[in-house]
């Protein structure tokens, strides 16, 4: 496997430049040091895996410092591009506490006694979101008594919205090896394999395969791999697996996700456990056809909005409006980063999507729709990275978009 | 040795020095090359004092002692005098007394737990000496 921080991989990512474009912008809006806290930024900026509550404090100038769980410091500092002794431990010890550290970095190290310190706030769907919390916030403010906090998520946001190639060359790694996982469950399926499963099994069968294919996690916050089958199916859009049994007759939604170099795989694909009825067969038909529509309509220019009208004027054609949720997407980066869209707080919701959010071209999203009808039991869920370009998008994961119906 | 050496006198650091380089195996150091000072508060007659340890490739190079201002070192570990009185008598690891707050750890974390076995074993050496801790 290509190691992504030599730098003739194409997985390789200038990390340095990150950093130097995040100081640029500090500079411009008056930062002396910016405080990261939310994994989407460790990603973003450091590069590596990092789970356990850490603070990247980036000064104007020169390399930033990482302050993370003692537990895990040195596999950390393995795998990041930063220098080992900017790879700091904190623990319950004296003089070892996150605040105690931050602000003797600050103060001492960086020899900064007042300034204006950048700290990522506000609130996210993302229980992992990482924003600082209050605790953090006035324990900071008591031990940092020269400096002024200010919310600065924005600048990472910003920075991280467009994604350059060796980012996108992850992104297809990480979609490939979610088309394996899709082809194992396929062929676990096939020719009566589905009277032995169940939706944790099909969980499990993906993700061996996918672990075999180099992925190191099946990252998603809501349950790993998803599976449902049944009536679970339209349940919704989180669906951890169950011990439920497959049965005949049943939809199954199988939802897979990998991670490659800190990019998301999440790719859901559809199956109908024969045999499927011809209203079974009719929902399944008409949500292809509305996927395949609001993939063809993705392009520089749209936005969720008009995306989303799109999707509903199809719906109403083939008089199935009834069963969707009025939403096609939702926004990735690196890990950590999911969710909203955009990075501007422009919309009519502080920290939601901006409905009128116009797509450039380099954005990836996840092209996410969900088909439910509850009171017969089936639902259909669709998600597929998509890079958008000019005239068009590309679906990172290739997995043929049907409906297969198996036996 | 029945006479009790002054903690942190000259004579209590010649002896500390000669039993470190000749206990102190470097390969149970790891070889490592590092230096720490800590620095005593609340010592006899109110006075600060500072023991400093350099190692160079698990060796022993420098060890002295005295009233402050010390020299600079990788990691510095603060607290009260009679806190390290208590962990050169064997009586509390470092390690303990870091984690309840008696003692402040200033360096990189994620190297000074690698290298909390190897203070414990200079305070076991250390501990060897007769000492008069001129409690406070």
Sequence with gaps: ?407 | MDEKLEYLSARWRDEGLKLLVSEIDPAKMHNVTTSMVDIYENGPEGKEYFLYLKCEDGKVVAFETGELPAPEAEFIIRGPYSVFASITRGELSSTRALMTGKLRLKGNMAKAVRLAPLADRVNKVLSMIPTDYREV
């Design chain 1, 1 to 407: 496997m290509a190691n992504r921080l030599d730098q003739t991989s194409p997985y390789y990512i200038d990390n340095r430049k990150r950093v130097a474009d995040l100081q640029k912008a500090m500079e411009r809006e008056g930062l002396d040091a910016y405080l990261g806290t939310r994994p989407r930024t460790l990603s973003f900026l450091l590069d590596a895996f990092i789970p356990w509550r850490s603070y990247v404090v980036v000064p104007r100038k020169g390399e930033p410092i990482l302050h993370t769980f003692i537990v895990d410091a040195t596999r950390v500092g393995d795998e990041t591009w930063l220098s080992t002794d900017n790879v700091r431990a904190y623990a319950p010890m004296g003089g070892q506490d996150p605040v105690s550290l931050i602000a003797a970095c600050l103060t001492e190290e960086l020899g900064i006694e007042r300034g204006r310190l950048g700290v990522e706030d506000g609130i996210a769907t993302y229980t992992a979101e990482g924003n600082l919390s209050h605790y953090e916030y006035t324990q900071l403010e008591a031990a940092l008594p020269g400096w002024t906090l200010v919310n600065a998520h924005h600048l990472v946001d910003e920075l991280s919205i467009i994604k350059d190639a060796p980012t996108v060359a992850r992104f297809r790694e990480a979609s490939r090896i979610v088309d394996v996982g899709q082809r194992a469950v396929f062929e676990a399926l096939s020719d009566g394999g589905w009277k032995h499963l169940t939706e944790t099994v099909v969980g499990g069968i993906a993700a061996l395969a996918m672990r075999k294919e180099g992925s190191v996690s099946e990252w998603n916050f809501a349950g790993l791999n998803e599976i449902s089958s049944g009536y679970r199916t339209a349940l919704g859009a989180c669906t951890p697996p169950t011990t439920k049994a497959l049965a005949a007759g049943e939809p199954l939604m199988v939802d897979l996700h990998s991670m490659f170099h800190l990019a998301l795989g999440d790719h859901s694909h559809n199956y109908l456990i024969g045999p499927a009825t011809k209203r079974q067969r009719r929902h399944a038909d008409n949500f292809v056809d509305l996927v395949q529509t609001v993939l063809d309509h993705y392009r520089e220019g749209a936005t969720p909005s008009s995306l989303a009208q799109v999707m509903m004027d199809r719906a109403e054609s083939l008089d199935c409006s009834d069963f969707l949720l009025p939403g096609c997407e939702h926004g990735i980066g690196l890990f950590g980063d999911e969710w909203r869209i955009g990075h501007a707080m422009e919309g009519p919701f502080p920290y939601w999507t901006n409905p009128d959010h116009v797509y450039q071209e380099g954005e990836m999203v996840i092209c996410a729709m969900q088909y439910a009808s509850m009171e017969e039991g089936i639902g259909f869920r669709y998600e597929n990275p998509i890079l958008i370009g000019k005239r068009g998008c590309e679906p990172l994961s290739k997995h043929p978009l049907v409906i297969e119906e198996i036996f």
